[in-house]
């Protein structure tokens, strides 16, 4: 792909010079677009648009809508993602594909995601408007289910589009109603044994490159004052959904510790140990990041005077060298049998997911540099901490990069704060990619 490197030598502008009026009326639309797909979804805090839901699909419908307005070509694919072009380029041998995923974890942020699917629409309108075309056939992708917050697996709808999608995901639970993933695919009409066999739903032979927009899920832009970036890679992670420990129940005020096997406090030396191996693997120059987003005991039998049986917590583990999650696979199994033996109690694992660490294509990296520079940022170049749907394209031998736009407070929360401003620099960026693209 290093012909990506090169298509900026001309110093044409690139813009043309009612580029201001563009900006304005792309300022509107994805106002529009962010504002009324917010009311669509709202949750008790924040939105809600779980994967494989009814929610979900009006999503992808609304878009539907406003892009058949715009004179956009509208189709939905083999996975019921929504896919967009310039009428002209639908049906191009070879295409860019721009896309992300329109599902949000529970009570999450209106961005996540959906920042990425506005992003390549307001592109395609604003080509369309203009009379212009890209130097590469563009098809915008808006996914359904990426995050893992529903079923557990995360990037569903990427994997499924390239038959990566594991037997164990498939089979995985709603963390609602309990009914298994592939029943929830089957109701929209994804073609499951097709799925389960491994089959691609798409025929990533015919992607020249895939690009995501995606707000930043930490505080690097923020602290640098950088409205946009382009991303180096990506981290993989080992995630187990549930982990149980269990001990022995017992009466608070009446067990001395000599004769506890208490499982909370197993589970925290257990933490505890992870988090300064953690400190000695970053002393080390290497990447890692340790969450347990879930801890819980059975709401049915715990009791400030109880000493539990049991208690179960999540555990992801993420970085960008596969070989330091195999580092922490391996510590994780030798403290727990550690562990076991010191506290007489003892640790099941569930399910273990993995996703592989992906490097962001060079050229296409370099490209994105340039087209920085072409719209008057200085260019910027970072890894990502959290995984995105660029991940599994470019496993599955697809040119990939990604394109990151400040965001205050994180991600995954009701409190993301992405600015419009930020957002159409990113828009900026992508589009000054994909017209200059040789």
């Known amino acids: 792909m290093s012909s990506w490197k090169q298509r900026h030598e001309r110093p044409a502008r690139l813009f043309p010079p009612g580029h201001a009026i563009a900006h304005a009326t792309d300022r509107a639309l994805a106002e529009r677009l962010f504002g009324d797909i917010a009311h ?14 009814e929610i979900e699909t009006r999503t992808l419908e609304y878009l539907e809508n406003v892009a058949r307005a715009e004179g956009l070509e509208v ?7 929504a896919r967009f072009s310039l009428p002209e380029d639908r049906d191009a041998e070879r295409f860019v594909v721009v896309g992300s995923h329109v599902d949000s974890v529970p009570f999450g942020g209106n961005f996540d995601g959906l920042a990425g699917v506005v992003a390549g629409l307001v592109c395609l309108i604003r080509a369309r408007r203009e009379g212009r075309r890209f130097a590469k056939p563009v098809h915008v992708l808006a996914m359904r289910g990426e995050e893992s917050a529903w079923f557990g697996p995360c990037y ?7 038959g990566t999608l594991a037997t164990p995901e498939i089979e995985a639970r709603h963390k609602g109603d309990g009914r298994t993933l592939e029943a929830h695919m089957a109701d929209i009409g994804l073609p499951v044994e097709d799925i389960r066999a491994g089959k691609p739903l798409m025929d990533v032979s015919r992607i020249e490159a895939y690009l995501e927009l995606h707000i930043e899920q930490g505080p690097l832009l923020i602290g640098k004052n950088i409205p946009a970036a382009a991303v180096s890679g990506i981290r993989g992670n080992i995630r187990y959904r549930s982990i149980t420990c269990y001990g022995e129940a017992g009466h608070s005020g009446a067990v001395p510790k000599a004769y506890r096997r208490d499982p909370v406090l197993a589970m925290a030396d257990l933490l505890v140990r992870l988090d300064e191996s953690w400190t000695t693997i970053l002393n080390k ?4 990041v340790l969450t347990s987003g879930i801890v819980a005991t059975d709401p049915e039998k715990h009791a400030m005077s109880r000493i539990p049986d049991s208690v179960s917590f999540s555990l992801d583990m993420r970085s960008q060298k596969p070989e330091t999650l195999d580092e922490m696979r391996k510590l994780l199994t030798s403290e727990m049998r550690e562990i076991e033996r010191d506290r007489r109690v003892r640790f099941e694992l569930g399910e273990e997911l993995r996703v592989e660490p992906a490097l962001c294509d060079k050229g296409l990296v370099a490209g994105l540099e340039e087209a920085m520079r072409q719209v008057g940022q200085e260019p910027f170049v970072m890894p990502s901490g959290g995984g995105h749907d660029a991940a599994v394209f470019a496993a599955a031998g697809v040119p990939s990069a990604m394109v990151f736009v400040r965001n205050r407070n994180g991600s995954h929360n009701p409190q993301e704060a992405m600015e419009i401003e930020d957002f159409l620099a990113g828009v900026d960026i992508l589009f000054a990619f994909l017209a200059g693209a040789e």
């Not at 569903?156 to 390239?162: D, F, P, Q, V, Y």
């Open 40 to 53: 669509m979804s709202p949750d008790v805090e924040g939105v809600s648009r779980p994967a494989f839901s």
């Open 75 to 81: 189709w939905y694919d083999a996975g019921c993602n």
């Open 285 to 288: 120059g290497d990447d890692l």
């Open 156 to 162: 569903i709808g990427s994997k499924a589009l390239t």
